[in-house]
Antibody, heavy 113, light 112 residues
Framework: EVQLVESGGGLVQPGGSLRLSCAAS????????MNWVRQAPGKGLEWVSH????????YYTDSVKGRFTMSRDNAKNSVFLQMNSLRAEDTAVYYC??????WGQGTLVTVSS | DDVLTQSPLSLLVTLGQPASISCRSS???????????LHWFQQRPGQSPRRLIY???NRDSGVPDRFSGSGSGSDFTLKISRVEAEDVGVYYC?????????FGQGTKVEIK
């Protein structure tokens, strides 16, 4: 059974950093496209970052470029999202998504002083 | 960025009646391989999104056949033939043809 479990969310001050983790099970992560998608409270869905299957390339939406870094550790079957210089508008539930058809339960990031 | 415009943004439907949601793209969503990467998702209250339809008209496993998708190019539709109570939630279209991938604003479906 495919499972994606996010962790690492929490409350952080503006300008701070957080590292989100997504532990995958039930499949070999390296052979699938992986994504981070976020949803601000009461709002819609926004694609944040993406890595194609069997690739070491990463792509980001403009609003997070230069601040967020996605990575994957195939040995740990995990993907990560390092988030720096956080802003209030980054407050959201962050979902780890395999392609677009398997979603984790999400982890809440709150950026506030 | 490609813009996906959904309408209506809110639907109040009587149980057993049909519902239809439109999704229009600012660009053609036909990819160079000939496929159209337009998908539909359902998000029930308090849950993660769940894909219902992939590549315009293909129903995901376990999705009731009252859900159907249609369309081409830049104009797409999700139809629910007979709305049931469990269909309450927000429905999103999403395009994976162009980067960045984008979602529509969402359509909230409620029961009258």
């Amino acid at each position: 059974e495919v499972q994606l479990v996010e962790s690492g969310g929490g409350l952080v001050q503006p300008g701070g950093s957080l590292r989100l983790s997504c532990a995958a099970s039930g499949f070999t992560l390296s052979t699938y496209e992986m994504n981070w998608v976020r949803q601000a409270p009461g709002k819609g869905l926004e694609w944040v970052s993406h890595t194609p299957k069997s690739s070491s390339s990463f792509y980001y939406t403009d609003s997070v470029k230069g601040r967020f870094t996605m990575s994957r550790d195939n040995a740990k079957n995990s993907v990560f999202l390092q988030m720096n210089s956080l802003r209030a508008e980054d407050t959201a539930v962050y979902y780890c998504v395999r392609y677009n058809n398997y979603w984790g339960q999400g982890t809440l990031v709150t950026v506030s002083s | 960025d490609d813009v996906l415009t959904q309408s209506p943004l809110s639907l109040l439907v009587t149980l057993g009646q049909p519902a239809s949601i439109s999704c229009r793209s600012s660009q053609s969503l036909v990819y160079s391989d000939g496929d159209t990467y337009l998908h539909w998702f359902q998000q029930r209250p308090g849950q993660s999104p769940r894909r219902l339809i992939y590549r315009v008209s293909n129903r995901d496993s376990g999705v009731p056949d009252r859900f159907s998708g249609s369309g081409s190019g830049s104009d797409f539709t999700l139809k629910i033939s007979r709305v049931e109570a469990e269909d309450v939630g927000v429905y999103y279209c999403m395009q994976g043809t162009l980067w960045p991938k984008t979602f529509g604003q969402g359509t909230k479906v409620e029961i009258k």
